[in-house]
């Protein structure tokens, strides 16, 4: 409700605004189908990484899983790609049959569901200018660490989608605590643009 009631008051105090969105992994399922209404509505857009969604003159896709993390909520991660392995970060997803949590069965959650690499197989492949908005930084760049942890953790399916189709800019969250490790907020993958836009960092 808190974020319904901010995209009113953004749509009320810019008349013609689009809001347009992804989810994340700290979101549950049941987020995205409160949220359907509202899109059907107009009211905002959840963006899809099967179908463009076209506004100011680009096209939009959108992206809202990312690898495996220790976060609780389970609902928007995979596994990057078919060979990597199942992690063991126990978690909960929510079930629409019960409209309740419940613990995940790791092996059954991650081997049972298509890859981000699976499911990216499936984004169109524009040729005008188009824009990516992905939760997941793509892998090895400035915007994919965190303390204490070695080594790069976005997605390469990710940077891959982002090699091939060659988006105008991406623009990612995750792990906001990147940019204050890396210095930066932003980095390129080929001649892409990619942007943390959520970091606070001035």
Request: proline share 10%; with cysteine.
């Amino acid at each position: 409700d808190a974020f319904l009631g901010c995209v009113d008051e953004w749509r009320a105090a810019h008349p013609g605004l689009r809001v347009a969105c992804v989810g994340g992994n700290h979101e549950i399922g049941a987020m995205r189908v409160a949220c359907r209404p509202l899109h059907h509505a107009g009211r905002l857009t959840l963006l899809d990484h099967r179908k463009a969604w076209r506004c100011g003159g680009l096209a939009w896709l959108g992206y809202s899983c990312t690898p495996p993390s220790p976060h609780w909520a389970k609902d928007y991660e995979r596994l990057d790609r078919r060979e990597d392995p199942i992690p063991n970060f126990p978690g909960q997803v929510w079930d629409p049959e019960t409209d309740a949590l419940r613990d995940v069965d790791l092996v059954e959650h991650f081997r049972g569901r298509p890859t981000i690499e699976e499911e990216l197989a499936a984004a169109p492949r524009l040729v005008e200018p188009w824009v990516l908005v992905a939760h997941a930084p793509p892998y090895d760049t400035r915007l994919d660490r965190l303390p204490h942890v070695a080594g790069p953790l976005g997605s390469r399916a990710i940077r891959r989608l982002i090699e091939v189709g060659r988006p105008v800019l991406s623009l990612h969250g995750h792990l906001h605590e990147s940019p204050e490790l890396t210095g930066t907020y932003r980095d390129r993958v080929g001649e892409t643009p990619c942007v943390n836009p959520g970091q606070g960092v001035d």
